[in-house]
């Protein structure tokens, strides 16, 4: 027997997502619902100003928000989309366009809580959350909510039906 720690037997073996994967199905996913809450504020505020997040920076003030509002009901909402779709499949549409879902450590489905917790930094507090993953990186590619949450995020892999894809169906009517 063996005292060498490098003949470690895995039983498995999860590729953890690229940072710009994760970047790409973050753009796709924004880009879908900032353009359907804008026509939402468009439709239904009196008071709407473009881009809906109203972020203002000057040297008066400094930075802040002109219409918090606005803010807090669009992180809403992407907040509503992306724990819905990541509690259901673990896939949002721009995660499923770059083949990346989210786990919890183990490569399963995680809870509904533990997908709040990770999509409330993406949602809300998303800079900070980058910034201090980032710093504090771990070897699991885990945003600070990411490590609160238990998730991580996976890249997956080809399935059978994917490696039909040279093989056309037609139907016999």
Known sequence: ?????????????????????????????FVIIAIIINILFFVFSSDYSFPFWGIYIDSENGIGI???????????????????LEFLTGQTIGKRVVHIKTTNLHGERPNIINISIEVFGKSFLLPVDIILGLIFSSKRRQRIFNKAGGTIVIKLKKTDEDENDRIKYIKDY
């Open 1 to 29: 027997m063996s005292d060498n720690k490098s003949e470690k037997k895995y039983s498995r073996e999860i590729v953890l997502a690229k940072w710009e994967d994760r970047f790409v199905a973050w753009l796709i996913d």
């Open 66 to 84: 002109e219409q918090p509002y606005e803010y807090i009901i669009a992180s809403s909402i992407f907040f509503l989309y992306w724990v819905v």
